[in-house]
């Protein structure tokens, strides 16, 4: 945890930033007088899905397909 005070923080924002972008901290805390009264975290990143389309162009339909559906039918007394 770091404790910075507000006249510090102008000076050095870009290395506060730098350190919650590194992970060397979670939070930090931003003081007026030795009293704590902001803190700076990051902001959640959401990253894309990598499940959707990764599949894409990898796998083709068979033309025999719907005939299976058929076959399974079958096996069930020709109700699905």
């Known amino acids: ?33 030795g009293t704590a009264v902001a803190q700076m975290t990051l902001i959640p990143q959401k990253t ?7 599949a894409e162009g990898k796998f083709q339909v068979p033309d025999e397909f719907d005939v299976w559906d058929k076959e399974i039918e079958e ?5 699905l």
């Open 1 to 33: 945890m770091t404790q910075v005070n507000m006249i510090d923080v102008t000076d050095d924002l870009s290395r506060l930033v730098n350190m919650l972008e590194t992970k060397q901290e979670e939070i930090i805390y931003l003081t007026r007088n």
């Open 48 to 54: 894309p899905s990598k499940r959707i389309g990764v």
């Open 75 to 79: 096996m069930f007394g020709g109700e």
